[in-house]
C-alpha cells in the first residue's frame, strides 16, 4: 500500500535563486567589462535593481505570462533581467542578435514580445525589422547614455505603437524590493529559439523548474563544481542557449559573475582575465582558439582558471592539449542543445585511467548529466546497446529537456517521450557519448547555427545559379564555415565575388561564404537530395576546387 510523503512542497523559483543569492551572499560581484574599465556591483545592488526592473514593468503593464524579451550582450543589466523578469512572473525571452533579420521578426512576433530591452550599441539590428514588429508595446534601451541621442534611438520609432524608455530612468524611483509572487513551478520562466533545426527557428519555453533543476546540475561537483569561492567569466551569451546556466547556478551558489559585455576578442578578453581572475569560465571552442592563437603570440597569465568548459561544437583535441601543455588550463568539454536548458553531458575522464587513457575520454562528449538520460536508436527505433560501436541517433529525457516546442508540431523531433537530438554517434559500456556526425545539415560557426539550406535557397536565386549545395567544413578559427559548392546556369561564369554581394542582403554577414568550389554537378541520393555526405568526402580528399576568398 503506497504511503504519501512527508515532505514539504515548496516550489522551484526563480524568486527564490534570486532571493538565495540576495540573502546569504550580499558582498559577492557581479562585474561587467566596459569600454572605459569594468563596472562592479554587489549582489545586494543587482537584487534591488532587479526588484526595480520588476516594478518598472509592472508600471508598464505586465503582467504574469507577458513575454519580456532581451536583446543584450552578457552585462549587469541582463542579468538583472534574467533574474526579475522571471521573478515577477513574466517570461524572459533571450533573442539571439545574431540572428538575421527575417528570423529576428519572426521570434518576436510568434513569442509576442511586449517588451524589449535592447543594447543601445544593438539598435540598428533590430531596427531593420522594426516596422515589421506586430506585438512590442515598450522598448527600453540599455547603456548608451551619454552618446545615444534621438538620432540613435530613431529606428525604434518605427516599431508601430511602441513607447522607448531609457533603462536608468526607467528603473529609477522604483522600490528595491519586491513581494515576488508564489508562482506555480511547471510555470514558464524563460524562452529561447533555436535556428538548429531546418525552417522557421522554434521556440523552447523553460519553466522554474526546469531552469532551477538544471542549475543544480551545473553546480554539482561532476559539472562545474560552483561554491562562492569561484569567479565564473560567461563567455558564452546570454542571447543563446542560457548562457548555459552559468548566470543562475553562479547567483544561486554566490560566485562572482564577470560578464565581457560586446568585449570577446581575444585582446580584450585575455587582458580581462589576467586582470578579474576569474576561475571558471564558459565559451565556445572558436572564442579559445582565438585567445590560444593570442596568447601563444603575447603571453598571457590564465593561470587563476581551474576549469574551462567548452562546448557547442566539438572540442578538438588540439586545443584542450595546448591549453593543458602551454597556458596550465584545463578544458571540459561539454554538450548540450537549446533543447537540453542546455547542458546534456559532460566529459570529464572516469577514475581509475591514467593520464595517457583519460584523452580518450576527454575528447568524447562526455556522461549524461545526473537526473537526465539518454540512449542510442536506430533508424528503426530500436534502442542499441552502450557499446562504443553501435552508431545511432542520440535521444534525451529529463527534466530539463523540452517535451516539445513552443506552438508548432513537430512530432518527427520527439521519440516515444525522448526528444530526438539530430546528433548521430555512439555511447560506450561506460555512459560516454561520441558524436560522429549531424544528421542535420546546418552548420555551426564560432557556436552559432548558418542554415546550408537558406544559404543555398539564397544562393539558387542567382540568375547565373544553376543549382547550389553547402556544407560546412573545417575551419581553424570558427570550427565550421560553410563552402559554397556551385553549378553555374549554361554559358554564364558567376564569381566567388558576385555571388557574395548577391547574397549580402539575403542573409547575415557572418554567413557569407569564404569557401567556394565550381562544380559540374551536386551528386544527388537516391531519393533526388544533394548528397552532402559524398560532397564533405570530395572535399576532405582535396577533389574539389576549392577558391577561398580574402574577406579582410
Ligand atoms: P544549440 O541548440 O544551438 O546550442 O545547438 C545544439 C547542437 O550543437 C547539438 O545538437 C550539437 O549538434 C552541437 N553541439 C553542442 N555541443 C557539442 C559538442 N560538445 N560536440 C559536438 N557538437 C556539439
Known sequence: MPIASTMQDRPLLISGILEHGRRIYPD???????????????????????????HALRGVGVV???????????????????????????VMHTLNIRLFPGQLAFCVNHAEDKVILIDASLI????????????????????????????????????????IHRYEAFLEGHPSTYDWPELDERAAASMAYTSGTTGDPKGVVYSHRST???????????????TERDRVLSVVPMFHANAWGLAYAAWWCGADHLLPGPFLQPEPLVRAIERHRPTVAG??????????????????????FRLVLCGGSAVPESLMRRFEEELGVHIVQAWGMTETSPVGTV???????????????????????????MRVVADDGAALPWDGQSVGELEIRGPWVTGRYYRVEAPERFDDGWLRTGDVGTIDARGYVRITDRSKDVIKSGGEWISSVDLENALMGHPD????????????????????????AEGKEPTPASMRAFLSDKVARWWLPERWTFVDEIPKTSVGKFDKKLLRERYEAGALDVVEVATG
Open 465 to 488: 545559379v544553376f543549382e547550389a549545395a553547402v556544407i560546412g567544413v573545417h575551419d581553424a578559427k570558427w570550427e565550421e564555415r560553410p563552402l559554397a559548392c556551385v553549378v553555374a
Open 64 to 90: 504574469e505570462g507577458d513575454r519580456v524579451a532581451t536583446f543584450c550582450w552578457n552585462h549587469q543589466a541582463h542579468l538583472e533581467a534574467y533574474l526579475g523578469v522571471s521573478a515577477m512572473g513574466a
Open 212 to 226: 532551477c533543476l538544471h542549475a543544480l546540475g551545473i553546480c554539482l561537483g561532476s559539472v562545474a563544481a560552483l
Open 124 to 163: 540598428p539590428l533590430l531596427g531593420k525589422v522594426a516596422s515589421e514588429l506586430t506585438t512590442v508595446e515598450h522598448v527600453v534601451v540599455v547603456g548608451g547614455d551619454g552618446e545615444c541621442g534621438p538620432a540613435a534611438l530613431a529606428p525604434l520609432e518605427a516599431i508601430p505603437g511602441a513607447t
Open 347 to 373: 566529459a570529464r575522464a572516469p577514475r581509475g585511467v591514467s593520464e595517457a587513457e583519460s584523452w580518450s575520454y576527454r575528447v568524447s562528449q562526455g556522461r549524461v548529466v545526473q537526473g537526465v538520460e
Open 28 to 54: 559577492s560581484r557581479v562585474i561587467t567589462v566596459g569600454a572605459d574599465g569594468a563596472v562592479e556591483s554587489t549582489y545586494a545592488q543587482v537584487a534591488a535593481r532587479a526588484a526595480q526592473l520588476a
Open 283 to 304: 565559451a565556445v571552442p572558436s572564442i579559445w582558439t582565438g585567445v590560444l592563437h593570442y596568447c601563444s603570440a603575447q603571453g598571457a597569465d590564465l593561470s587563476s
